[in-house]
């Protein structure tokens, strides 16, 4: 698996989104891709409750621990990379969680607009 280059949304450097949890397709902390991630786990998110409920109502649990998957589970506040398409449903039914822009990798582009995920930016004020 030949990652793609660490380029940002705003086309920068990519920068971590999280070492705990370690998140990410390579599971190096950011929100790198490549050909095989074809979820495009390329949003850095915050997550909150609301966001979490919605996952887990969509069959995909990220607050329940899997332990023989060596996953604690996430809590609203941790940093995660989300794959695109969950995060666009996501804002699509209202309740898209915080980004971080500087750790969201270019290829989210490929399925979120640039102006939805601004919208949502993290801004730490």
């Not at 450097?13 to 095989?36: H, K, Q, W, Y």
């Not at 109502?57 to 989300?82: A, I, M, Q, V």
Request: glycine content about 8%; hydrophobic content about 35%.
């Amino acid at each position: 698996m030949e990652k793609e280059p660490s380029q940002n949304v705003l086309g920068g450097e990519l920068i971590p989104c999280s070492m705990d949890p370690v998140t990410g397709f390579f599971r190096n902390g950011s929100c790198d891709t490549c050909a095989e991630d074809r979820g495009s786990h390329t949003v850095c998110a915050i997550m909150d409750k609301e966001f979490l409920m919605l996952s887990q109502y969509l069959g995909n649990d990220l607050s329940t621990p899997r332990p023989e998957y060596g996953f604690l589970g996430l809590k609203p506040g941790d940093h995660w990379c989300l794959c695109a398409g969950r995060f666009l449903q996501a804002y699509e039914e209202g309740c898209a969680p915080k980004v971080v822009l500087e750790a969201t990798h270019a290829r989210a582009l490929d399925i979120v607009p640039l102006d939805v995920l601004k919208e949502c930016e993290f801004n730490p004020a």
